[in-house]
C-alpha cells in the first residue's frame, strides 16, 4: 500500500535540487513502514502510477457496465495511456514537496471466487435502480 501527499512550493530558491532530494527511512507504527520525503521535481513514480490509474477507469466503466471483453478493456487502456493527461501538476511551482508512506500488505486470493456484482452487471444494475 503506498499513499501520496504532495505540496506545491512557489518559492524560487538557490540551491534546488535536480532533479530532486530524497530522504527515506523507517517509520510507522509497523517495523516495515516506510516514509520518503522528497524535495525538487515530482517523483516519476508517481506520475506514472497517476497516468495508468486515469488510463483504466474508462475501460473499467465499461467492463462493468457496457459489457466489453477484456481484450477491448485492455485496447482502450493502452490508447488512454497515450493520451492522459496530468493537469494538477502542469508547472504551476518551481518545485514539489512529495511525502510518500509505504507498507508491504499481503493479499490472499481463493482460486474460483468471483466478485458477483461483476458476474452480472444488468442485473446489478436493475437492483440498484429499484
Known amino acids: 500500500m503506498v499513499l501520496w501527499r504532495v505540496f506545491g512550493c512557489s518559492n524560487e ?3 534546488r535540487p535536480t532533479p530532486f532530494w530524497s530522504v527515506e527511512e523507517s517509520r510507522g507504527p509497523r517495523a516495515n ?7 525538487g521535481d515530482l517523483p516519476a513514480e508517481l506520475t506514472t502510477t497517476l497516468r495508468q490509474w486515469r488510463a483504466q477507469a474508462n475501460g473499467l466503466l465499461d467492463q462493468m ?15 488512454d495511456l497515450a493520451t492522459v493527461e496530468i493537469p494538477e501538476f502542469d508547472d ?6 512529495s511525502i510518500r508512506f509505504s507498507r508491504p500488505l499481503r493479499v490472499k ?4 471466487a468471483t466478485i458477483a ?8 444494475l436493475q437492483i440498484l435502480a429499484e
Do not use: I, M, N
Open 109 to 112: 486470493a481463493h482460486k474460483g
Open 33 to 39: 513502514d516506510r516514509l520518503t520525503l522528497s524535495l
Open 13 to 15: 530558491y538557490a540551491g
Open 65 to 79: 457496465f457496457g459489457g466489453v471483453t477484456f481484450e477491448h478493456r485492455l485496447r482502450r487502456y493502452k490508447d
Open 117 to 124: 456484482w461483476l458476474d452480472e452487471p444488468a442485473t446489478t
Open 92 to 97: 504551476p511551482y518551481p518545485s514539489w514537496l
